[in-house]
């Protein structure tokens, strides 16, 4: 039953770890990136569609991102999503057949502004990693009539441990972003 609570809560870990790197990927560091694009919602005829669905991405240059939709009359839809984006600061531009979005260079303010943002969606991804963990002990405070309490302190350990590898791996990709978003 032990091995159980910890067994989900490893898997539930798992994934808000893998959703704060997912997270870190969606603010742009000095490069063009398919992934800035990743959870961005089109409004295609009403329904909120991501962009993957609506077009491809190439990566011509360093700073130049090319969108060709499949669909030419989604061509405004995409260049507004894009144009609206928050935290981008890009101009899409579009010829009639792809959206052209051009990156800015990034000045030593903004990268400083990228930092704080991505410390932000850091400490979310603490602070959930840490939630799974309050329920995991619940969910092994209510296991205390049918197991040992020693049992339980052991599962207690295990949580913990657990917990602790999971905020490191979370430091670990935060630090990584960070330098890669101060690297000029």
Do not use: H
Request: aromatic share 4%; charged share 35%.
């Amino acid at each position: 039953m032990i091995a159980d609570v910890l067994a989900d809560t490893t898997a539930r870990m798992t994934r808000a770890v893998d959703a704060a790197k997912e997270d870190f990927a969606t603010v742009r560091t000095g490069r063009a990136n398919p992934q800035l694009f990743q959870k961005l919602m089109v409004d295609y005829y009403g329904s909120p569609t991501p962009i993957a669905q609506l077009a491809s991405m190439a990566n011509p240059e360093a700073r130049t991102l090319i969108v060709t939709p499949y669909d030419k009359s989604a061509l405004k839809a995409i260049e507004q999503a894009i144009r609206d984006m928050p935290n981008l600061g890009a101009n899409p531009t579009n010829d009639g057949n792809i959206v052209r979005v051009t990156m800015p260079e990034l000045t030593e303010e903004r990268r400083k502004e990228y930092v704080k943002l991505v410390r932000s969606k850091g400490e979310d991804a603490k602070v959930q990693v840490r939630g799974i963990r309050r329920k995991a002990k619940d969910q092994l405070d209510a296991l205390k009539n049918d197991v040992g309490e020693d049992e339980i302190a052991r599962g207690e350990k295990e949580l913990d441990a657990l917990t602790r590898q999971y905020v490191d791996a979370i430091d670990d990709a935060l630090k990584r972003k960070e330098a890669e978003l101060l690297e000029v």
